[in-house]
């Protein structure tokens, strides 16, 4: 069957999903990887969308010879997906709250073959390849409160984002696996908004809860040393009054530290919680450090998470969490 007639059916299906089927089954013809790719939703570009773009890039791309895609100002609503193969991709744009990747797929969506869509196929981003960076856009999901709805899901290795803002409700980042960083990031959500087994490291990010839950639902692997790293962000809540926990352990094992964040009262007096299962208390890896704020308090903090020296706390780098075998420095 060729592309036309997997795609005739596809005006019956919501618009998203159909953006994401197109870039699994392929696009347009790939360009060289030292050609700077334009987007502008207006057509005044040579692709309309950022997916078609993504489409064009080669698998040949490498650290010397990268994919350069910038996108003008608009609201792009598609289900993006970076193959696993489109290695060295970078999407830029000038202005975050001006250049919006969005799509409202949610978990009981029916999808293709009319059963739920589930969590873990919402994402409005999907970033599958390694060496993957981004500046200056918005991630989103805009289903709002019904349910899990990924506004971005990161299974790459060696993920950079700057300057970009993740807007959602349940599960707004799905850092799946891999290394990531983020720096000078807005991320709001209402539940387990920032979750998964990857090594992530968050500097100088702004958190926005938006209902009373939990910010990070970590699933670290036991082996692995470092889960969630934040260092030097800002925790606000939506309203006066509402108070959210720090996390809870998705799996055991959980990995969060929190170094010197300023913490709102958002944040609950007990900080964490261990998801209706006290064996979780042997096992999360929950940290903090010179934290400050109504919220950094410590005299009520659970007693199973623990209060770093500085001696410990050093070891919280942006090199010793993500540098890895390879010594990566994003």
């Given at each position: 069957m060729s592309l036309k007639q997997k795609v005739a059916g596809w005006k019956f299906w919501p618009p998203c999903l159909a953006g994401f089927l197109l870039a699994a089954l392929g696009g347009p013809a790939q360009l060289r990887a030292d050609t700077n790719l334009l987007v502008a939703a207006d057509g005044?570009?040579?692709?309309?969308?950022?997916?078609?773009?993504?489409?064009?890039?080669?698998?040949?791309?490498?650290?010397?010879?990268?994919?350069?895609?910038?996108?003008?100002?608009?609201?792009?609503?598609?289900?993006?997906?970076?193959?696993?193969e489109k290695r060295f991709v970078h999407l830029a744009g000038d202005d975050p709250e001006k250049t919006i990747l969005t799509c409202d797929l949610f978990a009981n969506m029916a999808?293709?073959?009319?059963?739920?869509?589930?969590?873990?196929?919402?994402?409005?981003?999907?970033?599958?390849?390694?060496?993957?960076?981004a500046e200056n856009l918005t991630f989103e999901n805009s289903?709002?409160?019904?349910?899990?709805?990924?506004?971005?899901?990161?299974?790459?290795?060696?993920?950079?984002?700057?300057?970009?803002?993740?807007?959602?409700?349940?599960?707004?980042?799905?850092?799946?696996?891999?290394?990531?960083?983020?720096?000078?990031?807005?991320?709001?959500?209402?539940?387990?908004?920032i979750f998964g087994a990857a090594t992530s490291f968050f500097e100088d990010c702004h958190i926005q809860c938006l209902a009373r839950s939990y910010i990070t639902a970590a699933s670290t692997p036991a082996e692995q040393p470092f889960g969630f790293v934040f260092s030097r962000c800002q925790i606000t809540g939506a309203s006066n009054g509402l108070q959210t926990f720090l996390g809870?352990?998705?799996?055991?094992?959980?990995?969060?530290?929190?170094?010197?964040?300023?913490?709102?009262?958002?944040?609950?007096?007990?900080?964490?919680?261990?998801?209706?299962?006290?064996?979780?208390?042997?096992?999360?890896?929950?940290?903090?450090?010179?934290?400050?704020?109504?919220?950094?308090?410590?005299?009520?903090?659970?007693?199973?998470?623990?209060?770093?020296?500085?001696a410990q706390a050093a070891a919280f780098t942006v090199e010793n969490v993500l540098g890895g075998p390879d010594h990566w420095k994003p």
């Open positions: 005044s570009a040579p692709f309309r969308t950022v997916q078609e773009a993504i489409n064009a890039t080669p698998q040949s791309a490498s650290l010397s010879n990268q994919v350069f895609i910038r996108i003008q100002p608009g609201v792009y609503k598609e289900a993006l997906y970076v193959q696993r999808g293709p073959d009319g059963r739920p869509l589930g969590t873990f196929r919402t994402a409005s981003t999907y970033i599958d390849a390694d060496d993957f960076s289903a709002g409160p019904k349910g899990q709805a990924l506004a971005i899901r990161v299974d790459g290795d060696r993920v950079t984002f700057r300057h970009c803002r993740f807007l959602g409700w349940q599960d707004t980042i799905l850092d799946n696996r891999g290394r990531h960083y983020y720096t000078h990031c807005y991320i709001a959500g209402a539940t387990d908004f809870r352990p998705w799996r055991p094992f959980a990995s969060v530290t929190f170094l010197q964040t300023e913490m709102s009262g958002v944040i609950r007096p007990e900080g964490w919680d261990n998801w209706r299962n006290a064996g979780n208390e042997t096992t999360a890896r929950y940290a903090e450090f010179q934290n400050t704020g109504p919220g950094a308090a410590t005299n009520n903090r659970v007693a199973w998470s623990r209060q770093l020296s500085p």
